[in-house]
């Protein structure tokens, strides 16, 4: 499980939201992996535009484009994480993708394989919370890594520990950055808000105290965030000091002032409506309602029956825990950021209620209620999730998400636990924790329920998105245990399919491995010969490189000897019939490989020779090319069978214009 690991600030350098409002604002559904790239890409614009550049920016990015590699050093909470994203982005080629690399993770590439680095890629390396050890390994491996990206044209941020100890070769690479002026970074999150110059660049007591501190960039866009909701929520004559100082006081005053209410209020059906309230803050009073009923009844034993005329009605109620709902019906506190300060104290001293309030929620999702919509659900797992981050219980989030994936589910609960782990793979802090407990549950797990299912959505619109590689594997791992279905494995596909670096590692990984019926599965529907034989006018195709036609011939040979001929005679067919409509060399290389591979059957290399030319004949009648076509194709593996067991020459006849690898 996850190891529970204390909360600390980590310098991304911007925050989406600092109110626990939803992070990503959708649901994950199948058909979801284009909109939360676009999410992604939206992020880093908005991250773009907020940076204030920090001291020595520049010259880090001198260093970047002189060398291909920049090290990134200096005080935590900077925003190292945020400057070496900004500029891998100011790099971006059309021919190469921005991701995180993996850093001594479960069953991963290590940083000196070639196979790691594409072209023109903008790799970053954050190491930024690595230990000694890590550090240390990753160090031995950054002239290896360095080497390829410099070949393949791409650029790399390593962002160091602070205070780590660099190796002397290094020591040019490395920039250390200063922290930019909190007033900058504070003003800059304002513009994104939309307040008017006129207003945030006049001098103001409770900014200046709060920046007067060293805050971490992470706290100065919160606070911000504050002020801007200070605004939306005051009366139309306050200005920039009164938004300011409401924006302080639910800052400062906020956690005492929950403390003093949960004291005051002693019955239960008043504490469970405050816990709905703070859980479901803006959802409609019918649902804050319904909600509060429901976790009252889950851990108190339903009492006798009172009359509805005889109950205190919704907005008495509301009145003792200091909160109104509106005239659309939406359900708030009157204290700014009130909502959070309840959650934080409720998790934090009321440790009890904890496993109970994973239930509530997944009860909460599931209601059958016309104002349970969608926002309503994510922002409701988006708190639960938040507190158990904010808390470093990152295990016991986990473990909800597990509960929430098995047993009796429903698709609400389903889409919680995608956003649940979506929430997790997001934190600062806690994301490397998650991609270490997906991939424990993908590749040694027992995957009972709809867990599967679940993973399959997180990796590949989820974890591809940053860490396509990590993606890759997990869904290696569940494509090869997956039974009944094969949703795991179309999910591989489709994410090698629009990488031939990840199709290429795919390829090795299954030449590699014990050619069980479950890999050669997957090798089959790999190896689309449409994408081997793929390229465009700045790359090569993938069957063109040496090591993808060795894991070609020995995942063929394999398909030959282990499987029965009825499981891959129809990918056969397919790359007889790409053979057949190709005018390159890549048409005789396909029938190499396949050649090659029969070869290597010893005793049953007759027999595989003869289900080849079997299957050749059956697509002769069956493909889409001409007849003509066809039949040269026919002939020409024919000529090369017999030139591989001797009986011709191994040059084919001048008159076939088929022709075979350059």
Known sequence: MIQRTDTRVRDSGVTVTGNGDVYIGMQLRDSDKQAFRRVAEDQLRRLRYVLVAPPRMGEARAVLADSGTVILDGVPGIGRSAVARVLLHEHHRDCGVFRELPA??????????????GTGDQLLLDLSAADDRRWAAAQADLPALRKTVHEQRAHLVVVMPYRGVLDPDLQYCRVVLERPPGIGVFRRHLRLHGVPPEQYLQPDGTVTGFLTADRPMREIAEFADLVRRARDAGQPGDGFAQWCETAGRARNDGRRDAAALVAKLREAPQRAL?????????????????????????????????????????????LDISATAAITGQVRFEKLDFDSAVRAHVWDHMPDLRPHLGTWAASVVELNDPHVVTVVRDSLVERVAGEYLRTGRADELGYLVERWSTGTTSRPRLEAAVHALTRGLADPVHARDFRRQIYQWCANGRLEGELARVLVRVCADVLATSHPDQALVRLYHLARRERGTTRARQALCDLVAGSRRLHRVLLDRLARSDFSPAHLGIFLQASDPELLTLHSGTSHALIDEQ????????????????????????????????????????????????????????????????????????????????AVRAAETTGLLLHKISAAQGIAPATPPTTSPR???P
Not at 105 to 113: N, Q, R
Not at 282 to 303: F, M, N
Not at 547 to 560: F, G
């Open 274 to 318: 405050l816990i709905a309230v703070s859980m479901l803050h803006g959802a409609h009073a019918d649902v804050v309602h319904r909600a509060a009923e429901q976790l009252l009844s889950l851990l108190e034993p339903p009492s006798e029956s009172v009359s509805p005329l005889q109950q205190r009605d919704l907005a008495e109620r509301l």
């Open 547 to 626: 090591s993808a036609q060795r894991s070609l011939t020995a995942c063929w040979h394999a398909v030959l000897t282990e499987l029965p001929p009825p499981q891959w005679q129809a990918e056969a067919r397919r790359w007889l019939h790409r053979a057949a409509a190709g005018t390159g060399p890549h048409s005789g290389l396909l029938l190499d490989l396949l050649v090659s591979a029969a070869q290597r059957c010893t005793e049953k290399r007759g027999e595989a020779f003869a289900l080849l030319y079997a299957c050749a004949r059956d697509a002769e009648r069956a493909g889409p090319e001409d």
């Open 104 to 117: 001594g993770e479960e069953d991963e590439l290590p940083l000196h394989d070639p196979a790691l680095v």
């Open 659 to 661: 022709g075979t690898r």
